[in-house]
């Protein structure tokens, strides 16, 4: 089981504001992945990455960045945050058990702008 | 129509019965499928997971595997109140790239 660290938990910002959020794991993961989930909706895929130097979007379109530079580090990046960008980000990595790739998610962030 | 599809509940269940959840799949040479609960302001943690060729027990869940109707149960036995949480189906396909698909969750409610 992997080990994945989110901060911050809670966020209030303000428009306009450029943001970090970290994660990091400290197993190894090759892969990890960023989601982003309203109370009570589904996941949405927004970065994900195959290792380092590799980062690719997701489904749901985003406005933010990421990077990885190191393997065990993956952050999430707003250039300038919108109400709109109000919601949990979820940070994961996962490892291949058997045949399947099993993923293990952070606590989360959750983002509120005001 | 949807890769993963979930019935978004609620289902209730007394305490004490199984609960019995469903998630239904495309067909598209579907790999393994997860089962992930999710409690109301949590972030998912992984239950169990199943390849295409076999059910599984854990404990009190079961994960069992309908490929004729393309879908998949998780049986949850013995129900606690505790085992209220909104649980989600993932789907990884064979030409995904180990990406999950993930269904919308379904919210099981069990009542003492």
């Known amino acids: 089981e992997a080990d994945i660290y989110q901060t911050p938990r809670y966020l209030v910002i303000g428009t306009g504001k450029k943001i970090t959020l970290e994660c990091s794991q400290t197993m190894g993961h090759d892969k990890m992945y960023w989601y982003q989930q309203d109370p009570g909706m589904e996941l949405h895929l927004i970065h994900y990455s195959y290792g380092v130097n590799s980062t690719e979007k997701g489904d749901l379109s985003s406005e933010s960045t990421v990077s990885r530079i190191r393997t065990e580090h993956f952050p999430l990046t707003l250039e300038s945050a919108r109400p709109s960008h109000t919601s949990q980000y979820l940070c994961a990595s996962s490892e291949r058990q058997g045949g399947a790739d099993t993923q293990y998610f952070g606590p989360g962030t959750r983002l509120t702008v005001l | 129509q949807k890769e993963v599809e979930q019935n978004s509940g609620p289902l209730s269940v007394p305490e004490g019965a199984i609960a019995s959840l469903n998630c239904t799949y495309s067909d598209r040479g579907s790999q393994s499928f997860f089962w992930y609960r999710q409690y109301s302001g949590k972030s998912p943690e992984l239950i169990m997971f199943?390849?295409s060729n076999g059910d599984k027990e854990d404990g009190r869940f079961t994960a069992q595997l309908n490929k004729a109707s393309q879908y998949v149960s998780l049986l949850i036995r013995d129900s606690q109140p505790s085992d209220s949480a909104t649980y989600l189906c993932a789907v990884n396909y064979l030409d995904s790239n180990y990406q999950l698909i993930w269904g919308a969750g379904t919210k099981l409610i069990i009542k003492p």
């Open positions: 199943i390849y």
